[in-house]
Every structure is written in structure tokens, then in C-alpha cells.
């Protein structure tokens, strides 16, 4: 049976052929999938059935574009007719050899509809990505932009400074300034173009009068319109002949000040106009907030919802009242302040808000108010009231009547109390601690305006009531030192340090420091040397005594609380008597912040206590020396003798001692005993020094040649014989001391310099470099023979080589301040800056490196950054005298006479022995006999300025 000639059972149905068919499907349509149906494969298919997932057929179909732009197909002719047309032209005719067939290569549109729908999906995407990176874009945008701009600035940013110049230009000399000429060249002054001559104001106005035309003109001083007929005849001829345009634009400004004029003077107007500055006063309205006007609006919407949702939320109407305030409109901020105060009206905020925002006169009546509604319980309101009040009466009134509404308030008595004489005040004060017994500030006021007796039981009263506070026990210490009873004073603390432990109070050793610091400065001395005795062993351990008490000391000598220091060290020094370190701390501290009667009688105790110790003999001797008894000095060390036999130093501070006071053989007497009893080679040096300082230098010879036979890795006694052989011209002679000196003494720095300043004195400036070089193989990494060699360039003149040996040294010696500081002033001016910051990074707390930026600061002119400098410098190392001399000679040159003397006062207290210029001058043989201060001015005058 054939199935082909079987009918469909739809045909039977009906023969009406549906609307669907033969038109292509949808897009994405798969036929059955809507009912679940699936594809299936048979014996005659090649490959497996469709999947219900699989692309359409239609998938290539062509586009819109493309359909549309095809003409409609005839009837009779289906769809596969009309896609056969468009198929390539095969014929022979249309093939070439070479070329192949021949027609456009992009006749036929690829573009289908899944490229549509990719495109619309890419485009969706790209559009969301661009709205991500929007913000990102317009920010990296707007910085290449300012990059940009910084780096190619426009000419009016360029010229910003110049033209802030011009507003410190006066008139004459805008008015000298030359008029700029015609910059064109001779071509564009004369173009080769069609000159015209304008046709002169006669021949117009002749034109106009012939004419029948009439003519409006205007009076230039009545701003009237005229009207001229071309008819010269009755009234109207006797107008002008012609036309003045220079008349008529003078008309015009004045018809527009007549407006102006009516304008400004309008009545209906509420303001007067100014035509000349009206645009700038619109220019000066500021406006007095600079939030958005949305988050103004918001901020109004969420109090509003604040205040409808608990209208007796007082916060919600302040900040309510403050916004408007800040928009500018007090009016409604008053308006809603004062809402806020039938709202809220136990709220004391909200009625000190709204008196705020009142007129001082409304301010009284809106106060009056709120202190009619809390009478009872706030402090706040009567105080505001009173600060509103002008008159003291009135304000006194206001605080008695507040007193009797709440009687316990302090505030309120403190505050009616300062409005009080000191009478009055006494008896308000009685009723106040009776109200308010447990205010210690009350009782305190109280026992200042009692006299002695009435205070003292004041204060008993007071401890009666308020047992655990610290400061009414202070204040009968204080009280008793007023009235000269001293002893009471340390039984009072030492009472008072019972009874607050017995009552429970921890006692805190720091806050009872400090209350002695702030009692040492309110005056009362012995009340705070008390306190710091009470507590100076409290919570600490046995074995940090000494240390801790050593750092209290310094810590309150720093807070300048020199009383409690005192009390420091005499508590330390009566636990700890035979303590050398201790007497030398408190005699150094004596020696610095106390008198001379207080040093003398430390150091009398102090060398009773500890007989042993040379220091403190010899403070004690230089301390009766200076005060001129040179007797007592003496007296002093020949105890020291008796005690300590054969001492070296008591030895040569008996030598300085007669030397110094011009007794001359009795100095070489006692050198000869030393020289005898303790023979040492500092002796003998300073035996070789005294006659060297007299004068007599074969006998200093003849000292130092003994003293090299038994001392010969001295070096000071190579040293101090080969420079008196340069002093007496025997050169050979030195220059061999100085080189059997190195045999022995190679690490001595000095020696190596002496040497190299030998050669370099005689012309022999390689001899001089090849010593340092051999020092500084002999000693690697030496500043100071760096620095010399250094220095042999510059003052050979020879800067070019001076520099990179520099930079050397400073690779091997990175740390060297004095290096450093060479270096700062070794380069240009320019550079200096630089250099000194690079030295500040290496070496920030040397004292060289300090030094060489305060004289940089100088170098430049800023006065008050190089004296702080200065100071810095002094403080950091006050044992450098150079740094005292460039400070004197600073404060010579751009200081007062105060300043000086006061400068030249710390150095002779701080009595400096080192650096290279002050060495220079006060080991000089020829200033043996100078004082310190002698020796200030002359190293002082001698430094150069620096530039």
C-alpha cells in the first residue's frame, strides 16, 4: 500500500488553506517544543534528528535592510524564486582567467539577523561597561588635565604673578608708561584694497535740508525730541543747518542718567538703585551657607518627621531652629524655638537655645520664662539670667533669689561669691558650706578670708566633713608656714598621710609630686619640701632607691621646682651618706640652681662624709677660690693632703692653685715634691709647663727630656717639646721629636697633624700630604685626619682636589658631623641647603653639624632661626668653645647688651676647653694667664664672619 496516496487527515477537514503557511516561522521557533516533542532519526536520515535546543533554519535569512530594499515579488513566484535572483551570474560570458567571475565582491549582504541580535547585545554591554567606568574615565580625565595644564600652563596663568604686581602700581607710573604703536607691518597698514572717504556732515545735513524729510532731533540738555521738517518755515527755522554727531551721543547719556535718575528715585521702589555699582554688590552677596539646597531640604524633612513623631524631643526643635539659623532665616528658627518651648517646657537646653536666638531685650522675658517653669532644679537657667543682666546689683538679686529656689547648687554660691566683697563674701561663704558641706572649694574660700585663728577652724571643720581630700590638709600646711611655724608644717603632712590611708584613699606617689610642684609655685617652699618627703619612699623598691630618687631630683629640677629637688637629695644623702655619686649630683645641682653659701656648706658635709673622693676636695677648694678666700683654699687642700696621701690631682690643683695667684716658687716647690712622692709623667709635664709659661724653656726641656726617658707613649710630652723647638726657630730638632713620637705614639691624631702642619709651614706641601696619608693608613677611618687633609688643599688652593677627597671621606667616615659640617660650607651657596639637610639626616644631634646650620642661617639673615639654632647648640655640647664664640660674635653684631652679657655669664659657667679655634687661643703659651671670659672675646673677635 502506498502511504504517498493516503490524505492528510487535516485535508479532509478542511481544504481552506491556513493564514501560517508559507510564511517563514518566528525567530527562534522550533517546531513541538511547545508541546514537549523531540526529534527522532531514521534509517534513511545521515545524522542524528534536530535538537529542540538547535538554531533555527532560518538563522541566515536575510536582513530588514536587505528584504526591504528588495523590490515585491510578483504573484506566482515564491520565496525561493525571489532568494534565486539574487544568486551569482555563472554564465561564460561573465568568467575571466585572470579576474575569475566577474560582479562585486560585496554585492550580496552577510549581515543576518543573529549578527543583528549580537550587535544589540554588544551594544548593551559596552553601554553598561561605559556607565562603570564613567566615574573612573572623567576622574583620570580631569587629572591628565591638570597634569597637563601644570605642565603647559596658559599665558594668563604664566603672567599670574606680574599681574598681581600691577595693583602695587601707582598712577604716574601708568601714566608713563609709552603708548604701544601700530604693530602691522606696511602691507596690512596700506592694503592694496578700495579706499572709501566718508562724506563730511555739511554735505548730509545740505542733503536733508533740501529734502522734504523730516528730522527728529534731540536737546542735549532737556533730553527733549524735536522734529524738523524738511520745509525750513515759521518757529522751526531757526533749527540748526546740519546734524552734530558729537551732540547727539552726548544727548544720549544724558537721556539714560534722566532714567537712571527716575528709576533711583521711584517711591513705589523700596530700595535706591546705584547704576555705577550695581553689578558689583551683586558680586559681594555671599552666600552665608554653602551646603546643598537638596541636603538643606532633606535635613528639613527628617527634623519635621523627628518633631511630628515626639514633639517633646527637645533636640529634635534645637536642631530644627539651628537649621534655619544657618539658611538665614532667624525669623522661623525663632518661630520654631519658641514652639519648641511649649513643647518642651521642662527642657532647660531648649529655653537657653531660644534665648540665644532672641533679641538681648526678648532674651530676658524668654529666660524669665523657663526659669518660671524650673524654678526648682535648673542651675543653668538663673545663670543665664544673671549673664544677661548689665548691672552687678541686678545680677546679685538674680543669684539671691536662685539661692533660695535651690540652696545645694556649689555653682550658684560660687557664683554669687565672686560678685561679693570680701566681707560679704565671708558671710555668704559661712552659709554656703553649711548648705554645702562637702564642697572643699567652698571651705577653702572660707579659711583664705578668716584671719589665723578662725581659718584653723575652718579647716578642722572642714577635714571633719570631707576626710578623704588631700588638698584642705595642704592648705593648714600652707596656713602654718604663713604664720612662721615651720615645725607644724611636717607633722601636718605626715598627719594627713595617715589619716587619708585610714580613711580608705590610695595614695598616689606622681599626684603628690606634682601637688608639691604646684605648691613650691604658689610660694609656700617648706609646705612642698614636706610633701615630697612624705611621699619620696612611698611604692618604691629598696634596691631603685638611689636610682629613682637621682631621676626625681633631675625631673623636678627640669620643672624648675628646685625646693623639691633639695628635699630630693637631702632625703637620698640621709639614707645614702658615705654615697660618692650623691654628694657630686646634689653639689652639681647646688653649683648650678643654688647660692654660693649653700654649695660651700654641701661640700663641707660632703668631704666629712666621704674623705676619699678628690672631686668633691677640689670643688670645694675652687668654690673658696673663686669667692676670692685663697686662704681657705689652701686650707681646704692641705686637709685633702692629710687624707689622701700622694693624690695626682690634689697634687696639680695645688700647682694651679699658687700659679693662679702669681706664687710662682711655691708652685715649684710642690711640682717638686710631686715630682718626688708621685712621680707620674702628667706631672712632670705640668712641671715643663710652668717654666715654659715663665719663660724658662731650657729648663722645660731638660723636664720633658727625663720624662721621654721613662714615659715614652706620652704623647703630650712629644708634643709640648717639639713645639717649643718650632717656637724657638729649630725646626730639624721638632721635626724629629715629632716623627720618634709616632714610633711610639702612632695613634695618637694629634701628633700626626703637628707633624703634617710642620711640613706645610715649610713649603714642603707633599711631605705634609704623604703624613696624613700615612696616618690615615696607620689609623683607618679618622675624621679628624680626613679633615686635615681636607683643609691642606683649600689652603693650597686647590678646591678642585679638595672636593672629591672630601666625598672620600665621607664614604669611609659617613657619621662625621665635623666632615659634614666641612662640607656644608665647601659647596656653593646655592647648595648649601641641600647639603645641610643631607648632614642633618646623617648626623642629626652632632654638635658640628648644629653648628654649621646655625651659621648657614646667619649666612642668609634669618636672625631669629640662627639664634635658636645657636641655642641648640650650646645646650647639646656647652664643652665646644667654638660654638660659644660664634654666638658671642652673633649676638655682637645683631644683639643687645643684655643678650651679651648674658651669653658671656653661661660660658663662664659652663667653663669650655675644647674646639679648634678656642684651643688655638687658650693654649697659646702668650694667654696662659687669661680667664675664660678674656678668652671669649678674643676667639670671638678672631672668627671670621661667615658668608
Known amino acids: 500500500m502506498n502511504l504517498a496516496n493516503i490524505p492528510h487527515p487535516g485535508a479532509l477537514v478542511s481544504k481552506k488553506k491556513k493564514a501560517f503557511i508559507g510564511v517563514p516561522a518566528p525567530l527562534g521557533y522550533v517546531a513541538g517544543a511547545g508541546r514537549g516533542a523531540t526529534g527522532f532519526t531514521t534509517r534513511s536520515d545521515i545524522g542524528p534528528a534536530r535538537d529542540a535546543t538547535d538554531v533555527p533554519d532560518d538563522r541566515h535569512a536575510l536582513s530588514k535592510s536587505k528584504l526591504a530594499s528588495k523590490k515585491p515579488s510578483q504573484s506566482g513566484k515564491d520565496n525561493e524564486q525571489e532568494v534565486e535572483d539574487d544568486d551569482e551570474d555563472l554564465n561564460d560570458a561573465n568568467y575571466d582567467e585572470f579576474n575569475g567571475y566577474g560582479g562585486s565582491l560585496f554585492s550580496k549582504d552577510p549581515y543576518d539577523k543573529d549578527d543583528e541580535e549580537a550587535d544589540r547585545i554588544y551594544d548593551s554591554i559596552d553601554k553598561r561597561m561605559d556607565e562603570k567606568r564613567k566615574e573612573y574615565r572623567e576622574k583620570k580625565l580631569k587629572r591628565e588635565l591638570e597634569q597637563y595644564r601644570q605642565e603647559r600652563p596658559k599665558i594668563q596663568q604664566q603672567f599670574s604673578d606680574l599681574k598681581r604686581d600691577l595693583a602695587r602700581i601707582s598712577a604716574d607710573e601708568w601714566n608713563s608708561i609709552p603708548s ?178 532672641q533679641p538681648p531685650d526678648l532674651a530676658k522675658s524668654v529666660i524669665a520664662q523657663g526659669v518660671r517653669k524650673l524654678a526648682n532644679s535648673s542651675v543653668r537657667l538663673w545663670i543665664k539670667a544673671a549673664e544677661l543682666e548689665k548691672e552687678t546689683k541686678a545680677k546679685k538679686k538674680i543669684f539671691r533669689k536662685a539661692l533660695e529656689q535651690i540652696p545645694n547648687s556649689v555653682r550658684l554660691w560660687k557664683e554669687a561669691v565672686e560678685l561679693e566683697e570680701p566681707e560679704d563674701a565671708r558671710i555668704l561663704l559661712t552659709r554656703a558650706v553649711e548648705c554645702c558641706p562637702t564642697s572643699v572649694d567652698l571651705w577653702l574660700a572660707l579659711a583664705r578670708l578668716e584671719v589665723y585663728e578662725n581659718a584653723r577652724k575652718v579647716l578642722n571643720k572642714a577635714r571633719e566633713n570631707i576626710p578623704t581630700d588631700k588638698q584642705i590638709w595642704f592648705t593648714a600646711a600652707k596656713l602654718e ?65 638611689e636610682h629613682g630618687w637621682l631621676k626625681d631630683a633631675e625631673n623636678l629640677a627640669n620643672f624648675e621646682a628646685f625646693e623639691c629637688a633639695r628635699a630630693v637629695y637631702a632625703n637620698a644623702l640621709k639614707v645614702f651618706p658615705k654615697n660618692e655619686n650623691i654628694w657630686l649630683q646634689a653639689a652639681f645641682f647646688e653649683k648650678n640652681h643654688g647660692t654660693k653659701e649653700s654649695l660651700e656648706s654641701l661640700l663641707e658635709l660632703a668631704v666629712v662624709n666621704c674623705p676619699q673622693a678628690e672631686v668633691l676636695w677640689l670643688m670645694a677648694a675652687k668654690s673658696k677660690w673663686l669667692g676670692g678666700d685663697v686662704q681657705a ?36 716647690k710642690i711640682l717638686e715634691k710631686a715630682r718626688e712622692k708621685n712621680s707620674t709623667p702628667r706631672v712632670y709635664m705640668k712641671s715643663a709647663k710652668l717654666e715654659w709659661q715663665l719663660g724658662n724653656l731650657s729648663r722645660a726641656i731638660e723636664l720633658l727630656e727625663t720624662a721621654i726617658n721613662h714615659w715614652d707613649d706620652y704623647p703630650k710630652i712629644w708634643m709640648m717639646l717639639g ?105 656653593n651657596r646655592q647648595q648649601r641647603k641641600s647639603r645641610s639637610v643631607d648632614a642633618l639626616k646623617r648626623c642629626e644631634h652632632d654638635v658640628h653639624v648644629l653648628l654649621a646650620c646655625s651659621l648657614l642661617f646667619w649666612c642668609e639673615r634669618k636672625m631669629t632661626k640662627a639664634r635658636e639654632w645657636f641655642q641648640r647648640t650650646l645646650k647639646l655640647d656647652p664643652d665646644l668653645g667654638d660654638a660659644w664664640a660664634y654666638a658671642y660674635k652673633f649676638e655682637i653684631l ?54
Open 180 to 357: 604701544v604703536g601700530d604693530a602691522r607691518n606696511k602691507k596690512m597698514r596700506n592694503p592694496r584694497a578700495e579706499k572709501f572717504t566718508p562724506v563730511p556732515d555739511s554735505i548730509l545735513a545740505h542733503n536733508v535740508s533740501l529734502s522734504n524729510e523730516t528730522v527728529t532731533s534731540i536737546d542735549p540738555l532737556s533730553g527733549l525730541k524735536t522734529v524738523i521738517s524738511g520745509t525750513s518755515t515759521g518757529l522751526l527755522s531757526s533749527a540748526p543747518s546740519h546734524l552734530d554727531l558729537k551732540k547727539i551721543g552726548q544727548a544720549r547719556n544724558t537721556l539714560m542718567d534722566i532714567k537712571l535718575n527716575q528709576a533711583s528715585d521711584s517711591v513705589s521702589g523700596q530700595t535706591v538703585v546705584d547704576p555705577k555699582g550695581y553689578l558689583t554688590d551683586l558680586q559681594s552677596m555671599i552666600p552665608s551657607i554653602g551646603a546643598d539646597i537638596s541636603d538643606i531640604k532633606k535635613a528639613r524633612l527628617l527634623l519635621k518627621s523627628v518633631r511630628e513623631t515626639n514633639p517633646n524631643h527637645a533636640p529634635a526643635w534645637i536642631a530644627s531652629a539651628r537649621l534655619e539659623e544657618i539658611t538665614g532665616k532667624l525669623q522661623t528658627a525663632r518661630n520654631l524655638i519658641m514652639k519648641g518651648c511649649e513643647q518642651c517646657e521642662n527642657s532647660e537646653d531648649i529655653w537657653i537655645e531660644a534665648a540665644r536666638l
Open 481 to 545: 608656714e604663713a604664720q612662721g611655724n615651720l615645725s607644724m608644717v611636717q607633722k601636718i603632712i605626715d598627719r594627713a598621710l595617715n589619716s587619708l590611708q585610714a580613711n580608705g584613699v590610695e595614695i598616689n606617689r606622681e599626684h603628690w609630686i606634682q601637688d608639691a610642684i604646684d605648691t613650691e609655685k604658689s610660694g609656700s617652699k617648706v609646705t612642698a619640701q614636706a610633701i615630697v618627703k612624705s611621699v619620696i619612699d612611698f611604692g618604691i623598691d629598696e634596691e631603685d632607691r
Open 633 to 668: 683654699a689652701r686650707q681646704i687642700l692641705s686637709r685633702a693632703f692629710d687624707v689622701n696621701q700622694n693624690k695626682e690631682e690634689i697634687w696639680l690643683a695645688a700647682v694651679k692653685l699658687e700659679s693662679e695667684n702669681a706664687e710662682y716658687d711655691r708652685a715649684r
Open 723 to 827: 713645639q717649643i723647638h718650632q717656637q724657638t726657630d729649630r725646626i730639624n730638632e721638632a721635626r724629629e721629636i715629632y716623627q720618634r713620637g709616632l714610633k711610639s705614639n702612632n695613634s695618637n691624631i694629634a701628633l700626626w697633624i703637628l707633624l703634617s702642619r710642620l711640613e706645610e709651614s715649610e713649603g714642603a706641601l707633599i711631605k705634609a700630604r704623604s703624613v696624613l696619608e700615612k696616618g690615615r693608613l696607620k689609623n683607618p677611618k679618622n675624621d679628624l685626619l680626613w679633615l686635615e687633609a681636607v683643609r691642606v688643599e683649600i689652603r693650597a688652593g686647590n678646591k678642585e682636589i679638595a672636593m672629591p677627597m672630601l666625598s672620600k671621606a665621607l664614604q669611609e667616615c659617613p657619621q662625621s658631623g665635623i666632615l659634614w659640617a666641612e662640607a656644608i660650607f665647601l659647596e
Open 894 to 947: 645683631h644683639g643687645t647688651q643684655e643678650q651679651q652679657i648674658e651669653l658671656k655669664k653661661r660660658c663662664i659657667q659652663a667653663e669650655p676647653r675644647h674646639g679648634e679655634h678656642w684651643c688655638q687661643v687658650s693654649k697659646d703659651i702668650k694667654n696662659w694667664k687669661l680667664k675664660i671670659g678674656d678668652i671669649l672675646e678674643i676667639v670671638a673677635n678672631e672668627l671670621p664672619i661667615p658668608n
